[in-house]
């Protein structure tokens, strides 16, 4: 018998199994609003320009392949550092943040879940609904998940005092997750006022907060994107920091992570260095230096930057221009201000108050694929698409 045998299948990825029906679908007219990757007018996620002069200067000035050690990339580290905690943060200043390069924002992730354990985290907090690999990667960490309400889909609105009252039943040392702007899959963000009074809450609990920033720049621009994250860690004192360029930088096959911490004392950083350090060496043990060198090559020339920049601000304005198109259209189709609040939620995506069965007789009518939760990605659409789209999700909303 094979020593396989003991193993029982598992459920296959809702996602995945998505694309490829969308794939292997033989309709012309077809729209994939489910994959949550950044695409143009086209269809397409180009490299960008800026990204692709950065990897000719790497290939050009590189000498050798060696392991940069278990912090990867320093410079890479230091201009995260600056993006998430600002340019000369008296915390750096101080010694009271420590930042690691890490496989993606999964890999930061997987460090930021493993300190929790090692901090005595026994539960950690979600929001409700959020990102589906949050709960997977707690619970791989042998963590018990909980949920604190979030947002109400049928209003595409925050309800901050329902977050609030649900962050309020939380134990002291249990963990956090807080996704940074454009949350993911409702597109719907804290205020900096929120921020505030989120993280004077998680300070008087005693939680441990990892803010998850994926979309950085997708929402208001880099500088206003995070104003709120550091509000919280003005307010909170510390916190974990799980960072992704796959989504502002284009790099998602390149797995260009952060992940950062700060704290209250150099000498509790310095420790939770040393644990950090421990976790990368046990799961992955060196980490990837491509994306990050690409990252570090771009914000280290002023010329790449500003290049770099004027195409992110083009990927914001085109994601805003089709959330209002789109929101504009439902209202017209619906004759219902219900889905108006697309226009004003950030990023990538939003979540539709939709049934599953009617978001599968979309599918199978009308060629429109998107998860069961009703999540879409904006980034998806094109404007020529909106009218055909809109009436779809009229006919079912």
């Not at 963590?143 to 039943?169: N, R, S």
């Not at 300070?203 to 441990?208: E, R």
């Not at 995070?226 to 510390?238: L, N, P, S, T, Y």
Request: proline share 5%.
């Amino acid at each position: 018998m094979s020593q396989f045998s003991t193993l029982t299948p598992m459920p296959a990825d809702a996602l995945l199994g998505l694309m490829t029906a969308y794939r292997e679908d033989p309709r012309d007219e077809k729209f994939d609003l489910g994959v949550g990757v950044y695409k143009n007018d086209k269809g397409e996620t180009p490299v960008m320009s800026a990204v692709a002069k950065a990897e000719a200067l790497i290939l050009k000035s590189q000498t050798t392949k060696v392991y940069e050690g278990p912090r990867g990339n320093t410079e890479y580290c230091a201009a995260i550092e600056g993006f998430v905690f600002g340019e000369g943060a008296s915390a750096v200043q101080e010694g009271r943040t420590l930042s690691f390069t890490a496989p993606g924002g999964c890999g930061a992730l997987f460090l930021g879940t493993g300190l929790m354990s090692r901090m005595g985290v026994k539960t950690v907090w979600v929001s409700n609904p959020t990102w589906p690999n949050h709960p997977n990667v707690v619970r791989f960490m042998g963590l018990d998940v909980a949920e604190y309400p979030y947002a109400d889909p049928e209003t595409g609105e925050l309800d901050l005092a329902a977050m609030l009252a649900g962050i309020e039943k939380a134990e002291r040392g249990d963990g956090i997750i807080i996704q940074g702007p454009c949350h993911n899959p409702t597109g719907i963000d804290l205020t900096v006022e929120d921020w505030k009074a989120v993280g004077a809450l998680v300070k008087d609990k005693g939680l441990i907060a990892m803010l998850d920033v994926a979309y950085h720049g997708f929402a208001k621009g880099l500088d206003e994107d995070v104003k709120g994250v550091r509000a919280f860690i003005e307010a909170a004192g510390e916190a974990l920091v799980s960072y992704s360029c796959s989504k502002n930088f284009g790099l998602y096959r390149e797995r260009a992570g952060c992940f950062l911490a700060v704290g209250e004392s150099a000498e509790g950083i310095a420790a939770a260095v040393t644990h950090v350090a421990a976790l990368a060496r046990a799961s992955y043990s060196m980490p990837p230096a491509h994306g990050a060198a690409i990252v570090a090559t771009i914000l280290n020339n002023a010329d790449l930057r500003a290049e770099w920049e004027a195409e992110l601000t083009q990927m914001r304005e085109r994601m805003i221009s089709l959330r209002k198109a789109l929101a504009d259209a439902l209202v017209e189709k619906t004759g219902s201000n219900r889905l108006a609040a697309v226009a004003n939620q950030n990023g990538m995506f939003s979540q539709l108050p939709l049934s599953k069965d009617g978001i599968t007789a979309m599918r199978e009518k009308s060629g429109l694929y998107m998860p069961n939760s009703g999540r879409i990605n904006i980034a998806g659409l094109s404007l020529n698409d909106i009218p055909a789209v809109a009436d779809i999700i009229a006919s079912e909303a």
